[in-house]
């Protein structure tokens, strides 16, 4: 079945570094690719999404591009903050109303 | 952007009793909703698919009796716990589908503790 997997944490930055966390999948057919947040105490939150290959997702300064032919959508930011603390969970979806498949979550904090 | 809502957002209940979780979308119609729970310091799991106008589908492992879900209409579902027990204390999060933004968006998520 369809799976994702992304790079273990948890991630100790400091404010202003580059970010990078992986993400691989497997999946049958053309899957949208997800990034969700979770800040501590909260629900998930839409960060940003691509649905065909070669797309590219941004929002607040993160990105993160569909790469087909290596089956990855590694998200990037160029300069966290202390406020980008949180949980970051990759995930895809097949078409139609089946669920998300999500990675593990990695676990990000930034220190001043 | 779309919106689900969860409601109550936290709750302490004594154990035996029953708690009713409610997930609403706000500005979208949603014939599929999912029902996830989350152990501290971990990833989401998925309990339940909920489905407007029919009967929910669980996950392996997940007691239909104990957690019984209702779809009654495009924008709620509710999730009910049955004679809640402390084991029960956790993070419950509801999404729900919108199939025109082709996104799954998620409820802020309930808090269960039960004493």
């Known amino acids: 079945g369809d799976s994702v997997t992304q790079m273990e944490g948890p991630v100790t930055l400091s404010e202003e570094a580059f970010l990078t966390i992986n993400c691989t999948y497997t999946a049958t057919g053309y899957p949208s690719l997800f990034w969700y947040v979770q800040y501590p105490g909260e629900g998930l939150q839409l960060l940003l999404k691509a649905t065909k290959a070669d797309d590219k997702g941004s929002n607040k300064g993160f990105e993160a591009t569909y790469r087909k032919e290596t089956t990855s959508f590694h998200l990037e930011k160029g300069s966290v903050q202390v406020s980008d603390s949180a949980v970051y969970f990759c995930?895809?979806?097949?078409?139609?109303?089946?669920?998300?498949?999500f990675g593990k979550g990695t676990r990000l904090s930034v220190i001043a | 952007g779309a919106v689900v809502s969860q409601h109550p957002s936290r709750v302490i209940c004594k154990s035996g009793t029953s708690v009713k979780i409610e997930c609403r979308s706000l500005d979208f119609q949603a014939t599929t909703m999912f029902w996830y729970r989350q152990f501290p310091k971990q990833s989401l799991m998925l309990m339940a698919t909920s489905n407007e106008g029919s009967k929910a589908t669980y996950e392996q492992g997940v007691e239909k009796d104990k957690f019984l879900i209702n779809h009654a209409s495009l924008t709620l579902s509710t999730l009910t716990v049955t004679s809640a027990h402390p084991e029960d204390s956790s993070f419950y999060i509801c999404?729900?589908?919108?199939?025109?933004?082709?996104?799954?968006?998620f409820g802020p998520g309930t808090r269960l503790l039960v004493l």
């Open positions: 999404s729900a589908r919108d199939l025109f933004r082709e996104t799954q968006y």
């Open positions: 995930a895809l979806s097949d078409a139609g109303n089946t669920p998300l498949v």
